[in-house]
Every structure is written in structure tokens, then in C-alpha cells.
T-cell receptor, first 116, second 114 residues
Framework: GDSVTQMEGPVTLSEEAFLTINCTYTATGYPSLFWYVQYPGEGLQLLLK?????DKGSNKGFEATYRKETTSFHLEKGSVQVSDSAVYFCALSGPIGGTSYGKLTFGQGTILTVHP | DVKVTQSSRYLVKRTGEKVFLECVQDMDHENMFWYRQDPGLGLRLIYF???????EKGDIPEGYSVSREKKERFSLILESASTNQTSMYLCASSGRNSGANVLTFGAGSRLTVL
């Protein structure tokens, strides 16, 4: 079945540092890929997504590129802020029209803490 | 602002009690989901529903049931709560077609079973 593997956390950075959170996946066909973020005390919210190979999703300074050849969707940000402290989840969904479309499979989550 | 509202943020129940977790969305979404969130395990899908009165099992349905009598409401039921069901429960919804895989989540219900 489909699966998502994220780098182990927690990740602790100083403000303005470069961030990478690795995400790799196993899926049949061409899934859509997502990053969701969960701020303290809140539910998850969509950060960015990509629906086909070589697509780049971006939002709030975060970026991730859909790499079919390495089955990866790594999250990056050039300069993190204290307000980016949260839990980040990588996820995938089956392709449009497939039986698993709309059902998301999540990775285990990576806790990010950014210090001033 | 569109919302998914979970009725209880924190619940404490005793082993063997019946527990209801309620979720309401105001976006006229067709699809609704219940996930369980545990540290180191991420989110795991318990049940989902693509329409009123329709339900399908997710990856970990054992010990749970659901009810969807109205489009906007999706309830998760623990018939006889056990300590291994202590967890954070997240409800989510999504629309049809190209929007079906973009989920809107509620803030979560943290359940402790003693």
C-alpha cells in the first residue's frame, strides 16, 4: 500500500537558518503530494501541494518539488522564523479518478522548533 | 471563514464508557474523515464518508464506528472505550473533484481514557 516516510525529528534551528525536512513516498501511479502544518493547539492546515512530476509547490517562503525519479517531496525554506515552529506532515493522495483519491496517507510528522 | 468544528476539545472518560465525538462542517463538503494522531505515528485514517449515510473503513477501524445522518455532520463513536484509544482525534472534510484531496481540518479532540 501507499506510505510516506519523513525524516526523524525533532528539528531545532536558529532564526534565519535554512530548513530541509525530507519526505519520501511509496505509491502506485502518480499520486498528489502535500505538506500540511500544525501550529500548537490547532488542527492541520495545507501548506503546499504538487500534483505531477517536477511541479513545485510554494507558500509562505516554503517550497517542495515533486521528484518522481527519487520518489521524494522535500520541504525547504531559506530563512526560518520563530513563527514557523510547528509540526510538519508530508502526505500523499491517489491520482484523480483512482480509488484512493481524496484519502490522504500521512507521514509521522516532524516537530520544528526555531529559537530567536 | 470556512470551518470544521469539533464539539469537544478535551474529554476524559473511563474504560468501558461509550464516547461520541462530533464534527460539523459548514462548507457543504461531500467528503468527511476521522483521523487519529499519535506521536511518532502521524495521522491514521479511521473512517471516512463520501456521502450522507455512507461510510467506509479506513486503516484502523477496529473499536470505532461512525454515523453520517446529515451532510454537515460526521460522528465518531467508541462503543466501549479502552485505554489504547487515548489519543488526539482529528476530523476533516473536502469537496468533490479536484478539491477532493485538499482537506480542511478541525482543531482536534484530545481523548483520555482512564
Amino acid at each position: 500500500g501507499d506510505s510516506v516516510t519523513q525524516m526523524e525529528g525533532p528539528v531545532t534551528l536558529s532564526e534565519e537558518a535554512f530548513l530541509t525536512i525530507n519526505c519520501t513516498y511509496t505509491a502506485t501511479g502518480y499520486p498528489s503530494l502535500f505538506w500540511y502544518v500544525q501550529y500548537p493547539g490547532e488542527g492541520l492546515q495545507l501548506l503546499l501541494k504538487a500534483t505531477k512530476a517536477d511541479d513545485k509547490g510554494s507558500n509562505k517562503g516554503f517550497e517542495a518539488t515533486y521528484r518522481k525519479e527519487t520518489t521524494s517531496f522535500h520541504l525547504e525554506k531559506g530563512s526560518v522564523q520563530v513563527s514557523d515552529s510547528a509540526v510538519y506532515f508530508c502526505a500523499l493522495s491517489g491520482p484523480i479518478g483512482g480509488t484512493s483519491y481524496g484519502k490522504l496517507t500521512f507521514g509521522q510528522g516532524t516537530i520544528l522548533t526555531v529559537h530567536p | 471563514d470556512v470551518k470544521v468544528t469539533q464539539s469537544s476539545r478535551y474529554l476524559v472518560k473511563r474504560t468501558g464508557e461509550k464516547v461520541f465525538l462530533e464534527c460539523v462542517q459548514d462548507m457543504d463538503h461531500e467528503n468527511m474523515f476521522w483521523y487519529r494522531q499519535d506521536p511518532g505515528l502521524g495521522l491514521r485514517l479511521i473512517y471516512f464518508s463520501y456521502d450522507v449515510k455512507m461510510k467506509e473503513k479506513g486503516d484502523i477501524p477496529e473499536g470505532y464506528s461512525v454515523s453520517r445522518e446529515k451532510k454537515e455532520r460526521f460522528s465518531l463513536i467508541l462503543e466501549s472505550a479502552s485505554t489504547n484509544q487515548t489519543s488526539m482525534y482529528l476530523c476533516a472534510s473536502s469537496g468533490r473533484n479536484s478539491g477532493a484531496n485538499v482537506l480542511t481540518f478541525g482543531a482536534g479532540s484530545r481523548l483520555t481514557v482512564l
